[in-house]
């Protein structure tokens, strides 16, 4: 029995001194080494004097773009930046006169469009990669693949009505409970108190919806502990982009949406919150005076591993010794 307690004792005084030699939380850290990868486009933006304006896609300017912080975002890289061309994005009049060969056209073309601009480097000396999204990333390439069968299946028929109703019949498995695209917009709708359902959502792919959250603008990576914070530049009240007083009385609000590969996991970020920036586009007036501010768990540092498991091993080696004298 007193064997028994005294190792007892013993495991958990081991136990306890690990504890004792366990890390204190790392100190802020900000991402180095950010390198653009992929081959869609993107944009770099300075600020100053409360304006955010364009500058040369250079390593140095899109580091420097990154500076920032939940009090001061600073400049941003904008991932994906062609996301809202014409090509991809159905226009407003093709929309509003109900041209569904040159929607479902735009819409077809975003299924194709197999690129991404990619932001990587080091945080605390793990890597890190932010992303743009491609329609697989929202529906599935199982999805995908069917849905642009369905298109070009749907473009081939001659009658208008029989046409548009093959168009809106080859999309409608998109709204899928499986899938980012309806996770991510039944979010947003409860977030204000709306229930999603199948129009609404064929209503929000037909406009051009998803490639328009395909593109987020990173003003800031930043650890501060345990904790990645990630800024996204937006507009702290949507409404703003159709002239117009937020209908429900309070700002409309959603970031875009970021892909987050960090310790070998794949994460899509977004955020229906944002905190003024003190910013705005030079060009438009309107565009990154929110900053919504996400967030990933951290990993500790392999270094502060490496202490840990030696401090470990030598306590207990020092335990053992201990023991065997006692």
Same mark, same amino acid.
């Given at each position: 029995?007193?064997?028994?307690?005294?190792?007892?004792?013993?495991?958990?005084?081991?136990?306890?001194?690990?504890?004792?030699?366990?890390?204190?939380?790392?100190?802020?850290?900000?991402?180095?080494?950010?390198?653009?990868?992929?081959?869609?486009?993107?944009?770099?933006?300075?600020?100053?004097?409360?304006?955010? /304006?364009?500058?040369? @896609?250079?390593?140095?300017?899109?580091?420097?773009?990154?500076?920032?912080?939940?009090?001061?975002?600073?400049? @941003? #890289?904008?991932?994906?930046?062609?996301?809202?061309?014409?090509?991809?994005?159905?226009?407003?009049?093709?929309?509003?006169?109900?041209?569904? *060969?040159? #929607? /479902?056209?735009?819409?077809?073309?975003?299924?194709?469009?197999?690129? @991404?601009?990619?932001?990587?480097?080091?945080?605390?000396?793990?890597?890190?990669?932010?992303?743009?999204?491609?329609?697989?990333?929202? =529906? &599935?390439?199982?999805?995908?693949?069917?849905?642009?069968?369905?298109?070009?299946?749907?473009?081939?028929?001659?009658?208008?009505?029989?046409?548009?109703?093959? =168009?809106?019949?080859?999309?409608?498995?998109?709204?899928?409970?499986?899938?980012?695209?309806?996770?991510? /917009?039944?979010?947003?709708?409860?977030?204000? &108190? =709306?229930?999603?359902?199948?129009?609404?959502?064929?209503? /929000?792919?037909?406009?051009?919806?998803?490639?328009?959250?395909?593109?987020?603008?990173?003003?800031?990576?930043?650890?501060? &502990?345990?904790?990645?914070?990630?800024?996204?530049?937006?507009?702290?009240?949507?409404?703003?982009? =159709?002239?117009?007083?937020?209908?429900?009385?309070?700002?409309?609000?959603?970031?875009?949406? #970021?892909?987050?590969?960090?310790?070998?996991?794949?994460?899509?970020?977004?955020?229906? @919150?944002?905190?003024?920036?003190?910013? *705005?586009?030079?060009?438009?007036?309107?565009?990154?005076? &929110?900053?919504?501010?996400?967030?990933?768990?951290?990993?500790?540092?392999? *270094?502060?591993?490496?202490?840990?498991?030696?401090?470990?091993?030598?306590?207990?080696?020092?335990?053992?010794?201990?023991?065997?004298?006692?």
């Amino acid at each position: 029995m007193s064997q028994l307690l005294k190792r007892l004792l013993v495991s958990t005084s081991i136990l306890a001194g690990l504890g004792a030699i366990a890390p204190a939380p790392s100190l802020a850290a900000s991402l180095t080494g950010a390198t653009i990868g992929g081959s869609a486009p993107y944009l770099t933006y300075s600020s100053g004097s409360g304006k955010t /304006f364009t500058v040369a @896609n250079t390593q140095a300017n899109v580091q420097a773009a990154l500076d920032g912080d939940s009090s001061s975002p600073g400049g @941003n #890289v904008e991932l994906f930046s062609n996301s809202e061309s014409s090509s991809l994005s159905a226009s407003l009049s093709a929309i509003l006169t109900g041209d569904f *060969t040159s #929607v /479902f056209s735009s819409f077809g073309n975003f299924l194709n469009y197999n690129q @991404n601009t990619t932001l990587s480097g080091k945080i605390a000396g793990q890597d890190i990669t932010l992303s743009s999204l491609m329609a697989t990333d929202w =529906f &599935g390439a199982s999805a995908v693949n069917s849905v642009k069968v369905g298109i070009a299946s749907a473009s081939a028929i001659a009658n208008p009505t029989l046409r548009q109703n093959a =168009f809106l019949a080859a999309v409608a498995p998109l709204y899928n409970s499986s899938n980012l695209a309806t996770q991510w /917009f039944s979010d947003a709708l409860s977030n204000y &108190g =709306f229930s999603s359902n199948q129009e609404l959502f064929t209503l /929000f792919v037909l406009a051009g919806g998803f490639q328009r959250f395909s593109d987020p603008n990173i003003s800031y990576v930043n650890q501060d &502990g345990g904790t990645i914070k990630i800024g996204l530049a937006g507009h702290y009240d949507a409404a703003a982009l =159709f002239g117009i007083e937020s209908p429900l009385g309070v700002p409309l609000q959603a970031s875009e949406v #970021v892909k987050v590969i960090y310790d070998g996991k794949t994460q899509y970020k977004y955020s229906f @919150n944002a905190t003024n920036s003190g910013l *705005t586009a030079l060009d438009d007036g309107i565009s990154h005076s &929110g900053n919504y501010e996400v967030s990933v768990e951290a990993v500790p540092e392999p *270094t502060t591993m490496i202490g840990l498991i030696l401090g470990g091993s030598s306590l207990i080696a020092a335990k053992r010794k201990s023991l065997k004298k006692g």
